[in-house]
């Protein structure tokens, strides 16, 4: 476990992962200002791969979340588990299990049979695609062609919910505002509607750049994190939000998935 982290989480599946990581997700939810080191294993569908993983939970002193379906692959899992005393969380057997005793069917113990190669797959790997092709303001042309443009300075999480808005379908493009630099002439044409203004608290924003130098190995006092100079950037960001007519969100106090469910009831309304 880093020394940043309360607690080490190794995601196993046998596909991509996604249902324990959305569990995961969720619960983190709970703890905002809590840091949790995550880690995916996705695609591992042999007992070697899976015995390596587990050497390495154990290392860690990790929590284990698994989406294996099947049964030999669960035994090893829950095996391991129980003799080193690794904490441990078979996110979908229960249920399945629950469901054969009731329908009286049995399971096709199939590994990514929720993940079909369908149309919807597809859209998602596509917003994947466009949200990092447009990240960071790259090409001013994808504020046009995005179903969501945000806008932020520094530190408001304007990536990351990009990547995790593009996992709902959506297709996202993102520009960093700064003072010093003119805006693109293409977002005065897109719908203020589709637009989204993240800001954040001063003293916030100040810890977290003072942080994120320090991971640098760089002091933690520099113009990047002094309050004045971030001041200046809060300003600046809402007298653009203001002549957009755009909707503003703070995210001081919001998590990813706090932010990212705002929006999509924003434009659904």
């Given amino acids: ?13 046998d596909s991509v992962g996604g249902t324990a990581s959305n569990i995961f997700y969720a619960a983190r939810a709970q703890f905002p200002d809590t840091l949790f080191d995550l880690k995916n294993f996705p695609f591992v569908r042999q007992e070697d791969q899976i015995i390596t993983i587990l050497e390495k939970a154990k290392e860690a002193d990790a929590i284990v979340l698994h989406t294996f379906v099947d049964p030999a692959l669960v035994d090893i899992i829950e095996e391991f ?49 466009f949200a990092v092709r447009f990240d960071d303001g790259k090409d001013p042309k994808g504020f ?48 203020p509607s589709k637009i989204v203004g993240l800001t954040n608290d001063e003293e916030m924003l100040s810890n977290i750049r003072k942080e994120r130098m320090l991971s640098y190995g760089m002091e933690a006092e520099t113009p990047y994190s002094d309050r004045n100079r971030i001041r200046k950037e809060i300003r600046y960001a809402d007298e653009i939000y203001k002549k957009l007519n755009c909707q503003i969100i703070n995210v001081a106090t919001k998590s990813i998935e706090e932010t990212s469910a705002i929006i999509i009831n924003s434009l659904n309304v």
Avoid at 2 to 9: G, P, V, W
Wanted: aromatic residues 6%; negative net charge; proline residues 6%.
């Fill in 1 to 13: 476990m880093s020394k940043e982290s309360a607690a080490t989480i190794f995601v196993l599946s």
């Fill in 81 to 129: 588990c129980t003799r080193e005393s690794l904490t441990c969380f078979d996110i979908i057997n229960p249920l399945i299990n629950e469901l054969t005793l009731r329908s009286n069917a049995l399971p096709t113990h199939k590994p990514g049979a929720m993940h079909k190669l369908d149309e919807k797959y597809f859209d998602r790997i596509g917003a994947l695609e």
């Fill in 144 to 191: 046009l062609e995005a179903d969501i443009v945000i806008l932020g300075i520094s530190r408001t999480s304007k990536t990351p919910l990009s990547i995790f808005l593009a996992n709902q379908n959506y297709k996202v493009a993102n520009l960093p505002l700064l003072p010093e630099s003119k805006l693109p002439d293409e977002i005065w044409q897109v719908d």
